[in-house]
């Protein structure tokens, strides 16, 4: 079966993978970039074929929601449109004011024992 024979699902089917991978990406707080050898596999364990730039560059230009997943792509690799993006600044997670977990264990373990034994 040839790519134009089944276009219409392969992208549908292409932009279900690719939200999947972008939550994953969003769940671990990376930036997701992927080869089309990586997209390819993906997509052969769903029974098509490869992916190369160019089919990629058609299905994009044709389908506005490939175009909210995907934040850039060239010749090599797509990258995906997750929170935390490529060479950005992640955010930072509030840390608790107070002493460290480490702090307080050293503390603990030098001072002396208030138990008494028998």
Partial sequence: MRLFEVEDHFTDD???????????GDAK????VLSYDALSNI??????????????KKMYDDNEDLKSIVQNFNADKVTLSTKTQPDSDQE?????????????ASSAASEPSSIHQP
């Avoid at 997509?43 to 990629?56: C, E, R, S, T």
């Avoid at 930072?92 to 307080?104: A, C, F, L, T």
């Fill in 29 to 32: 707080h990376t930036s997701l």
């Fill in 14 to 24: 292409l932009v279900t993978v690719l939200r999947n991978q972008l939550g994953r």
């Fill in 92 to 104: 930072k997670i509030d840390q608790p004011s107070g002493p460290s977990v480490d702090q307080m």
């Fill in 43 to 56: 997509m052969k364990n769903m029974g098509y074929g490869q992916i190369d730039y160019d089919g990629f």
